[in-house]
């Protein structure tokens, strides 16, 4: 079984991250007393961490959506922002990524009469923040954005154009997300075709609460170039006695499709969309050779890292190095960045970091005198 300390040594690439699910419990406290933010259900900063994961462990999508009214709630102000972005990035690279897509929705954070340009601007600086950060620290990683538009709110075409103005500036693509049922893909097809004329990249969170319709309708109709967990594409998948599997259309177009699977499996726990990490469909789509990607969805509300989530496969299924580096493969083709700088991060560090991790598995280095 791998170490904890091996997983998070190895280079590894994120895509699918929210922003206002990634925060310090320290940092909301915090910013709640810098900025007046009074709904905090304490300040004590270990219990606040620990009624947030309780909250989210709820087996509800919506009920786990509930926990963010403390992050978000906090994330109203230009030096707010910045400075969770900053500490994000951080996070990241101190436990080892290369390279990671976050999320947010800026509609979200304009309660206190921000623009949502001026919030994507906050985040873009943070950002870069916490890159130098990073670098510094001997941890270099890259950080691009994913603009988000909710379900439930009508704005998608607008935050539609909204990712397009800062595609220049670290935004790589749009996403919705929020709750599932009774929000189908097609409803925000207008910002979808939009995204797709300005040749601009587009993933939907589907297939999470909401079964096979949901997938459909993300890649046939809205042009979805990969999938927010896109876990329920297991009822597509039928394993027969024999223990042979048989693929429906849909799977099987995912599939030879090599469509990205942005797959979270303890959020999908917390939230119900699977049972178990030992049950999780993700063994058996890496083991079809779906497109799998690992990731964390929201760290702080599942108390994750994205080598926890490694560690928890590996401890379920075995994975070892040679099949994490697969997985990591798996996501810098999917990601969103240019094509050359997907190659650089392929050549230059996941393929030497996983080379060197495995030169000292098979070399016994002697202990000092
Ligand atoms: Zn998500």
């Known amino acids: 079984m791998l170490t904890l300390d091996t997983i998070c040594q190895a280079p590894k690439a994120l895509l699918h991250d929210h922003l206002d699910g990634g925060l310090r419990p320290a940092t909301i406290v915090d910013l709640a007393r810098e900025f007046g933010y009074r709904e905090l259900p304490t300040d004590d900063v270990d ?88 670098a510094a620290a001997g941890r270099p990683i890259v950080v691009r954005t994913l603009i988000t538009a909710m379900r439930q709110f009508a704005r998608s075409r607008e935050i539609a154009e909204l990712a397009i103005r800062w595609r220049d500036q670290g935004a790589v ?7 599932e049922a009774g ?16 040749n601009f990249h587009l993933t939907i969170h589907a297939g999470e609460s909401f ?12 042009g979805a170039e990969r999938l927010g967990h896109g876990v329920r594409i297991i009822d597509d998948i039928t394993v027969l006695a024999d223990g042979s599997v048989s693929l429906g259309r849909l799977a099987a177009f995912v599939r030879d499709r090599r ?26 789509l890496r083991r079809l050779r779906f497109r799998v990607t690992v990731n964390t969805d929201n760290r702080l ?46 050549n230059e560090v996941v393929k030497p970091g996983y080379a060197h991790l495995r030169a000292l598995e098979t070399h016994v280095v002697p202990a000092p005198a």
């Open 183 to 198: 929000y189908r893909p097609t409803r925000y097809l207008e910002a979808f075709d939009h995204i797709r004329h300005e």
């Open 301 to 346: 509300m599942s108390g994750v890292t994205l080598s926890s989530e490694f560690a928890a496969l590996d401890a379920a299924f075995g994975l070892g190095l040679g099949e994490m580096e697969w997985l990591t493969i798996n996501a810098l083709k999917s990601a969103f960045v240019p094509f050359d700088e997907r190659l650089r991060l392929i």
């Open 173 to 179: 693509g749009f996403d919705v997300a929020g709750p």
């Open 47 to 134: 219990a606040l961490a620990a009624h947030i994961r309780r909250g989210a462990d709820r087996k509800s999508l919506e009920l786990y959506l509930e926990t963010f009214q403390y992050t978000v709630g906090v994330m109203q102000e230009r030096d707010a922002l910045a400075r969770v972005a900053a500490e994000c990035a951080e996070d990241l690279a101190a436990d080892g990524v290369a390279y990671a897509e976050v999320r947010f929705a800026p509609e979200l954070h304009v309660e206190r009469g921000l623009t949502t340009d001026e919030v994507v601007g906050a985040v873009a600086e943070g950002f870069r923040e916490g890159e130098r950060r990073a």
């Open 211 to 222: 079964g096979l319709p949901s997938i459909w309708e993300a890649i046939q109709f809205c």
């Open 259 to 284: 469509v990205p699977l942005e797959m979270c499996p303890t959020s999908n726990v917390h939230t119900g969309a699977a049972a178990s990490i030992e049950t999780h469909p993700i063994d058996l």
